[in-house]
Structure formats: structure tokens, C-alpha cells
């Protein structure tokens, strides 16, 4: 059974860069597709975008001038960096994989990151 | 891009009533060349991811109950849960995979009456 964890710190500076790891487990993250989500308190799911795992990308317009998604085949994981971060960056971060088409299946049990001084 | 948008944002229901939401894409999300419909539903209850529940518009994941059933092509969609249990108080999302960027709804919250 495949097995995603996020990880990183939960509380980012503004202006700083938020940076979260996904590490996946019991499966290879070679073939595959992998997104990253958010969801800000008590608000809808977003998607930010996602990486296949020779490394292309891409990446929803609302954001796309901070994020990057990068992966790391040998350690199975992917990461994203969110950069100058504001308040309305706050929310609960999730990682997921692509199936069949392009529905999320398998999914972290999400990280919450707070923007704050 | 691709909006979606779901009715109502909220419902009670008595327990063994039938909840119904409603799904509306901003185009159509039936792609033509293999007929299907490339819209999902998740379910996400309070402190969990969400859980799929339904793709390809009515295609149930293995484990999720008959009660649950998707319906619908291009651009309207429905899911409905025939008799409400009390385990299926939760938010429920549409989700459109057609193209990029990927969409949610904004999620319609299923509560007991």
C-alpha cells in the first residue's frame, strides 16, 4: 500500500520560502505523477501542481511565479518551495499521487504550515 | 480554466434520506475521443485528506458503499447518497482531472437533521 508523509516546518516568516518534503513509501515514485494541494482553514481544496517523476512540471497560474516542484528519485520524494510567503499562504498542505486519468487516490495526511512573525 | 461549481454549500438530512448534491463545470469535462467524463468526487471529513469516492463521473472506488452513486456527462453532475448514514457527515468536493489546472469545487457540507 502506498504511503505518503509530509514534512517541514510549520511555521514560515513572511517573505521567507515555505519548503515541505513528501516522502513516499511502499511503492516506487517512478511512472507516476505527484501534486501538492492546499487547503486554507476552513476553505476548498486548491491544487498548486504537480511533477512527474523524470521532472516536468506544472503548475496552477495563481501561483506559478513562487512555486517550484522538484523530485528526488533516489530518496522517493518530492518537495515543494513557495516562495515570499504572506498570511494567506496559511493552510494545510498535502501531497498525492495521480491514478487512472488523473483522479488522487493516495494522499499525505497533510502538514499545516502558519505564516507568521 | 475550469470552474467548478457545486449546490447547495450545505445540507442536512435525516438519517435514511437521500442527500443529493449537484456539480456544474464551467465547460465540459466529457472528452470525446473514449466518452468519459473526467470528473471525481471525494469525501473529507474533519482532520483527514480527502478520500475518493467516485471517477470517471460514476465509476464507485472498491470499498466505498452502494449508497453512494455518481451521475451525469459534460458539464452537470450529481452524487447522491441514497440513505444517510451517520458516518457520511462530511465535506464532499467535486473535482474535474479534464485538464489543467486541476479544479475543486468549493465543497458542500453534508450534516444530520
Known amino acids: 500500500q502506498v504511503q505518503l508523509q509530509e514534512s517541514g516546518p510549520g511555521l514560515v516568516k513572511p517573505s521567507e520560502t515555505l519548503s515541505l518534503i513528501c516522502t513516499v513509501s511502499?511503492?516506487?515514485?517512478?511512472?507516476?505523477?505527484w501534486s501538492w494541494f492546499r487547503q486554507p482553514p476552513g476553505k476548498a481544496l486548491e491544487w498548486i501542481g504537480y511533477?512527474?517523476?523524470?521532472?516536468?512540471?506544472t503548475y496552477t497560474p495563481f501561483l506559478k511565479s513562487r512555486v517550484t516542484i522538484s523530485v528526488d528519485t533516489s530518496k522517493n520524494e518530492f518537495s515543494l518551495k513557495l516562495s515570499s510567503v504572506t498570511a494567506a499562504d496559511t493552510a494545510v498542505y498535502y501531497c498525492?499521487?495521480?491514478?487512472?486519468?488523473?483522479?488522487?487516490?493516495?494522499w499525505g495526511q497533510g502538514t499545516l504550515v502558519t505564516v507568521s512573525s | 480554466d475550469i470552474v467548478m461549481t457545486q449546490s447547495p454549500d450545505s445540507l442536512a438530512v435525516s438519517l435514511g434520506e437521500r442527500a443529493t448534491i449537484n456539480c456544474k463545470s464551467s465547460?465540459?469535462?466529457?472528452?470525446?475521443?473514449?466518452?468519459?467524463?473526467?470528473l471525481a468526487w471525494y469525501q473529507q471529513k474533519p482532520g483527514q485528506p480527502p478520500k475518493l469516492l467516485i471517477s470517471?463521473?460514476?465509476t464507485r472506488e472498491s470499498g466505498v458503499p452502494d449508497r453512494f452513486s455518481g451521475s451525469g456527462s459534460g458539464t452537470d453532475f450529481t452524487l447522491t447518497i441514497s440513505s444517510l448514514q451517520a458516518e457520511d457527515v462530511a465535506v464532499y468536493y467535486c473535482?474535474?482531472?479534464?485538464?489543467?489546472?486541476?479544479?475543486f469545487g468549493q465543497g458542500t457540507k453534508v450534516e444530520i437533521k
Open positions: 498525492a499521487r495521480h491514478d487512472a486519468g488523473g483522479v488522487f487516490r493516495y
Open positions: 511502499g511503492g516506487s515514485i517512478s511512472s507516476y505523477y
Open positions: 511533477i512527474y517523476y523524470s521532472g516536468s512540471t
Open positions: 465547460q465540459s469535462v466529457l472528452y470525446s475521443s473514449n466518452n468519459k467524463n473526467y
Open positions: 470517471w463521473a460514476s
Open positions: 473535482q474535474q482531472y479534464y485538464d489543467t489546472p486541476r479544479a
